[in-house]
């Protein structure tokens, strides 16, 4: 199952890498990008639109990887709380009966 699983994937990247190529090869037209105080020279649409894509991808896993760190953090915490309190129930349970109970 996992060599499927990895066929798979090498084959989705291999695919997305070949559309990357044709949609560069279709859009060869150069064109400068204007960032406020800065103009790039230019360069072709395919690449910006690429360039795009990418540091957008990147920028969405370090930003999701930040809550799910913040997360497991939080779940760590939550375990030792449940432990601790699981611990103390333990210990009532097994606690002599008081007299006059």
Known sequence: ????????????VVAMIGVGVL???QNEVA?????????FEPRSLA???LMALAIGGLLGLLISSFFMVRQRVALGSTRRQLTKA???IE??????????E
């Open 23 to 25: 949609f560069a090869l």
């Open 86 to 88: 699981r611990g103390e």
């Open 91 to 100: 210990k009532l349970h097994t606690a002599e009966p008081v007299a006059g």
């Open 1 to 12: 199952m996992k060599f499927l699983r990895n066929f798979l994937t090498i084959l989705f």
């Open 31 to 39: 064109v400068p990008l204007d960032v406020l105080v800065y103009q």
């Open 47 to 49: 690449l910006w639109l």
